[in-house]
């Protein structure tokens, strides 16, 4: 019994903790953090729960009604309230649109900042801490990377997966966005992970647990990864908005999911070719969208860089 109330107040006592703290202060204290907290869990709840949520599913093509096509915002002569914000020229719904594409925006986006980060800490943790020849190495990949922009790795991936396995684009749609965005959002990781480390292996605590016999693995994953990883996740924060950007640029330039599946950035470019025509709205709202989720997640980036960094307290 007393086992059983030591386990259900441990986390009590970690979020009494975290509502005690600085950075939860400093949250409090920053309207600007707080508005885009709220903007970007909007935008995720919508994202998450798009099929309950959303009035229509775009993705049904037997829903579909043709006459319904370009239809204008609600608030607009010869707009429907069932309509909110228009339809597309295939007669689907902008609002059910949006929240399902940004289903598809936001996934591709924390799928390849979480790939980034798995492969850019374990590469940064590796170079800082052993040295030598291995950090050398790891180091001249990063700098060859750098010079290639997530654009060209797609289109290289893309291209080489189309050949490979003709008949599978829309799973190497999604394969192809990971990918490029990940194969060079790592080398930021790589590089802010191995100049902490470089400081923390000259510690006390690491020459300790030298002394005694502590494996370097072990040194690396309970001691020193534990203290590099408030700049890690600034960055990651950060990085969420422009992995979304990037995803949504690849699928403007179709290079991204198919027309089935949008994304935000597909139903932009989808909403292009009818713009100048007057049917302003198939591209303005999923625009408007992409802003307001890589804003509100920069915005959020920005006041967590600034709560993690004590000379500002």
Not at 251 to 280: A, C, H, K, M, Y
Request: aromatic share 8%; hydrophobic share 55%; glycine share 8%.
């Amino acid at each position: 019994m007393a086992e059983t109330s030591t386990t259900a107040t441990a986390p009590m006592g970690a979020l009494a903790r975290f509502l005690d703290g600085d950075v939860w202060h400093s949250f409090k204290q920053s309207p600007t953090a707080m508005v885009a907290a709220v903007i970007a869990l909007i935008c995720v709840v919508c994202a998450v729960f798009a099929p309950w949520l959303a009035p229509h599913n775009p993705q049904d093509v037997a829903s579909l009604q043709l006459m319904d096509a370009r239809l204008p915002p609600a608030w607009v002569d010869e707009g429907q309230m069932r309509y909110l914000l228009g339809t597309d020229d295939q007669g689907r719904d902008i609002l059910s649109s949006l929240m399902y594409g940004a289903r598809i925006s936001l996934l591709v986006g924390l799928a390849s900042v979480l790939l980034s980060m798995v492969i850019g800490v374990g590469l940064g943790l590796l170079a800082g801490f052993v040295g030598g020849r291995v950090d050398s190495i790891i180091m001249r990949i990063c700098d060859v990377m750098l010079s290639f922009p997530a654009i060209l790795v797609a289109l290289l991936i893309d291209g080489v997966g189309r050949a490979v396995f003709p008949n599978a684009h829309e799973a190497l749609a999604f394969t192809v966005l990971i990918l490029a965005i990940s194969l060079t959002g790592w080398v930021q990781y790589a590089r802010i992970v191995r100049g902490s480390t470089l400081v923390e292996r000259q510690k006390e605590y690491v020459q300790a647990a030298r002394v005694i016999g502590v494996s370097p693995l072990r040194i690396m994953r309970r001691h020193v990864l534990p203290n590099v990883l408030g700049p890690v996740l600034v960055l990651a924060t950060i990085q969420i908005a422009t992995a979304i950007i990037t995803e949504a640029t690849l699928s403007f330039l179709g290079v991204g999911v198919p027309p089935t599946s949008p994304s935000l950035g597909t139903l932009i470019r989808i909403g292009q070719d009818f713009l100048f025509s007057g049917e302003w709205w198939i591209t303005i709202f999923p625009g408007l969208v992409l802003v307001m989720i890589a804003l509100s997640v920069n915005l959020l980036g920005d006041w967590l860089r600034d709560a993690l960094n004590p000379r500002l307290r």
